[in-house]
Each structure stands twice: as structure tokens, then as C-alpha cells.
């Protein structure tokens, strides 16, 4: 099983500097290169200080100059927001810069705050149904003078300018959780990103098994790769992972209440919760996220991901946003590089 790291920028406060919020990425970036990591993953974001990434190609052509041998993945564009032949472009030329290091990840996206502002009227239905269409619309632009028909595209015969440094062209991925989704995937030769965001492994058990199936029904594709996104902590001991455990527990609340989008947003900052808030939450807690996640000492994250590699996954994402401070991050980081990827060499 092979390691990630899954990065954003991450402001909290009307306080932290963007710019050196991107220079700590850029440091948590070049750790991951030179500790052996197989990728860097970032995605697409918009209007959210909570995770900055309005285009993960400007982030990933930076980095690719910064580093030497991680490959590097949108994890994910949104199919919705993108014109077949912009993404198709766009991609290839993050290809050619990069030296043939583009792994593209493409979804649907999540948040409806985006959905208002940029294709207003948009749900998640009609999302999950442009998603379909742009993937062999790009595979078609790749390949050359591709003509398209579909009910939210049409163009005529076009090919991708310029054309990618990967042939046929660079590996996609989609990010799935229904069995429809694996099966699109499958059916497409894309590889597949699942997360199971704050639910235990019982979930990420489930994931694989809805893989395996959307494998064991086209068997004439070769199998894809799959990978599972996790929020990680490496503790240096049982109290460190309890406050990690708080700390996570922390974003999984704004991660909700930006998901639900009613709560006021002033600058790109969404109006902060309150201690009574996050403690009354119906099925977050610290205690949840100490359990589910990848937190805890090296010892016990070897062992949680043993299970992982066993069940089949070919990739493991450290999902590093937390809400922690930089110091804190790379701390993580810089244990899970030496205390926990060497047992998995």
C-alpha cells in the first residue's frame, strides 16, 4: 500500500496570513516528497477560507517545481464547474509542466454554497450527472477530433490542445461512495478515492466491498486502483491523541455546518460555533473521532492501516487539514514518515 498526503491551505481566522499559510503547505509538501510519499493531493474549493484551493493545477505546477518524485493528484477537480474542453486542456498541460506526474481526480463535489454561487440552481443529482458525462468527454477530447452531444455539453469534433505527456492520457480518479458511483468508475477504467469521513471501519470495509463488486461485474476491465482518505494523527502519546481527537473533532463541525450552508458566512469565514454547540452535536465527538479515525501513537496507526492494506486498498491519503496548528501538523507528519511508512516498505 502506498502513502498520500491530502493538503489544502487552511485558514481559521480573520488573523492568519494567506501567504504563510501557502508557504506551510508548501513545507508539509516538501516533507511528504522527500519522506517517500507516492503523492500529493489538493483539491477545488471556492469562496471557502476553510479550505483555499480555488485551482489545484496552479498549486500543483508550484509544487511540482519544489519537489522531485511524488506524483501529483487533484483530489478533486469539480466536474460541474469545468467544460470538457477547458478540463481537458488545462489537465494536459499540468501534465506536460509537471513532467508526467498529473494523477486527476474528479468528483462531483459537496458543498451546496459552491453549487449557489457558481451554477446556481445546481443539486447534487444533476452534479453526479454532469460527472458522467465530462469523463468520456475528456477521454474523447484526448484521444482527438471528438464530437460531443450531451444534454449539458455540446460541441463539434475538437481535439484536446495540447494533448497530455501520458498516453493514452494521465490516470483518473473518481470519488465514489454509492455503488453506482464504483460502477461508473469501473466501467470507465478510473481508479476510485473513497473517504469515509468521521464513520469507523466498518465503512471503509463496506467501500472496498462495493468496489469489489463494481470489479466482479465488468470483468473484462482491467481492475483499477483504489484509494481511501483518512484523517491522520500520529500521537507522541495517549494524551496527544486525545487532543488531536479534540482537534478534529472540531473541523468535522465546521466541516458540517459548511455542508448544511445555513450558517452566516462573512469573508469567507463561516460565523464561529459555539463550545455549547460543538459539545451538544447528535454524532460527533472527540470520542467518535479517537475511535474512527487514524489517531493514536505509531504503534496503533501501523496496525489500523495493516488492516487497510489486507482489505485491498493500493493507497492510503493522510488527510492533514485538521483545524491543528502548523507545529502540530508536521509533528504528524514528520512521525508517520519515520515511525510508521517504514513497516509497509
Not at 455546518?257 to 452535536?281: C, D, T
Request: glycine residues 8%; proline residues 7%.
Amino acid at each position: 500500500m502506498k502513502f498520500s498526503l491530502f493538503v489544502h491551505m487552511e485558514r481559521l481566522t480573520p488573523g492568519q496570513s494567506q501567504r504563510q499559510l501557502y508557504e506551510e503547505m508548501l513545507q508539509l509538501c516538501a516533507m511528504a516528497d522527500e519522506g517517500g510519499m507516492h503523492a500529493i493531493w489538493t483539491g477545488e474549493h471556492h469562496g471557502m477560507n476553510f479550505t483555499i484551493a480555488p485551482n489545484p493545477f496552479i498549486n500543483l505546477v508550484d509544487i511540482a517545481r519544489r519537489t522531485r518524485n511524488v506524483r501529483l493528484g487533484t483530489g478533486t477537480v469539480i466536474a460541474p464547474f469545468w467544460h470538457p474542453i477547458r478540463l481537458a486542456g488545462e489537465a494536459a498541460m499540468t501534465d506536460i509542466v509537471t513532467d508526467g506526474r498529473l494523477e486527476l481526480g474528479i468528483a462531483r463535489g459537496a458543498y451546496t454554497y459552491e453549487y449557489e454561487r457558481l451554477c446556481p440552481g445546481l443539486d447534487a443529482w444533476t452534479a453526479g450527472q454532469r460527472l458522467r458525462e465530462l469523463i468520456p468527454a475528456i477521454q474523447g477530447l484526448w484521444a482527438g477530433d471528438y464530437a460531443h452531444a450531451g444534454e449539458h455539453w455540446q460541441f463539434p469534433a475538437t481535439t484536446s490542445a495540447p494533448l497530455p505527456m501520458q498516453q493514452p492520457h494521465p490516470p483518473i480518479w473518481v470519488a465514489a461512495r454509492d455503488p453506482s458511483s464504483h460502477a461508473f468508475a469501473v466501467a470507465n477504467g478510473c481508479n476510485v478515492q473513497v473517504t469515509p469521513l468521521f464513520q469507523g471501519d466498518e465503512e471503509v470495509e463496506s467501500l472496498m466491498q462495493r468496489f469489489n463488486t463494481a470489479c466482479a461485474e465488468h470483468p473484462a476491465v482491467p481492475r483499477p486502483k483504489i484509494m481511501v482518505l483518512r484523517h491522520t494523527y500520529v500521537a507522541d502519546s495517549e494524551a496527544d491523541a486525545q487532543q488531536g481527537a479534540d482537534e478534529i473533532n472540531r473541523f468535522y463541525n465546521y466541516f458540517g455546518a459548511w455542508f448544511k450552508n445555513e450558517r452566516p458566512v462573512s469573508q469567507g469565514l463561516v460565523a464561529p460555533l459555539s463550545e455549547e454547540e460543538i459539545a451538544a452535536h447528535p454524532f460527533l465527538s472527540p470520542e467518535t473521532m479517537r475511535r474512527n479515525n487514524i489517531i493514536g501513537e505509531a504503534g496503533e496507526v501501523v496496525e489500523r492501516l495493516k488492516h487497510y492494506e489486507a482489505l485491498g486498498y493500493d493507497e492510503f491519503a493522510f488527510w492533514i487539514d485538521s483545524g491543528m496548528t502548523f507545529g502540530r501538523k508536521r509533528a504528524s507528519l514528520e512521525r508517520f514518515l519515520h515511525n510508521v511508512m517504514p513497516h509497509f516498505a
